[in-house]
């Protein structure tokens, strides 16, 4: 078990997805994504600029990773397939798939080709149905857990079991319920365009 935290560069509710049933995390971080295993948890919080520094936007326990292709070809995230109908099927993350082995993303997606090695680097898709996600009404993070949160581009892990269940306790404390208790921030055109423009840099490890 670990914990992974970051700064979620935009919250377009496309990286992470908080809709429906599942929470997923299938493009940007993909160090996180490589390595995450079942039952971790991935946290990410608002940047120190936004109008919630450093609150938590999202906490979810990795109930599943699933290799690209799977992702794809799984029915239970065929709705996740981006699409015109709505908002939020327009911010459907499962958009890369194999043709006589090339990677192709679907028309239409939040991310590009130009996204490609980034995206597809992570090897994997991560799905939860534990999850909080609370967007626009991120909460502040208790102090006791301050020490967890990631500074930087990249990402920050504790393997220490007693301080990870100390945290996945709190939140589950604070929140109501478990699911999306919050729309994203940027719920926008403005954050589409945020969202495809935004190539993350290299997602390594805090020291």
Not at 45 to 52: D, F, G, I, L, N
Request: contains cysteine; charged residues 30%.
């Amino acid at each position: 078990m670990k914990l992974s935290a970051y700064i979620v560069a935009v919250d377009a509710g496309f990286a992470p997805n908080p809709f429906g049933h599942y929470c997923t995390l299938a493009c940007c971080k993909p160090t996180i994504r490589r390595k995450a295993e079942k039952d971790d948890i991935i946290i990410g919080t608002a940047y120190a600029r936004s109008s919630k520094p450093r609150h938590l936007i999202f906490a979810m326990k990795v109930l599943g990773v699933l290799p690209y292709q799977r992702y794809w070809t799984d029915r239970r995230f065929h709705s996740r397939k981006p699409s015109a109908k709505s908002a939020i099927s327009r911010r459907g993350d499962n958009i890369w798939y194999q043709r006589k082995g090339e990677w192709q993303v679907v028309d239409g997606a939040f991310h590009d080709i130009s996204h490609c090695d980034r995206d597809t680097g992570g090897e994997n898709a991560v799905f939860a149905r534990e999850f909080f996600y609370f967007g626009r009404e991120a909460i502040k993070v208790d102090t006791e857990f301050q020490h967890l949160l990631a500074k930087t581009q990249g990402h920050k892990n504790c393997s220490d079991p007693k301080v990870i269940n100390g945290f996945w306790d709190w939140v589950t404390a604070k929140a109501p319920r478990f699911g999306r208790l919050g729309n994203p921030s940027e719920f926008t055109d403005d954050g589409y365009r945020s969202q495809c423009a935004t190539i993350e840099a290299d997602d390594i490890e805090e020291c």
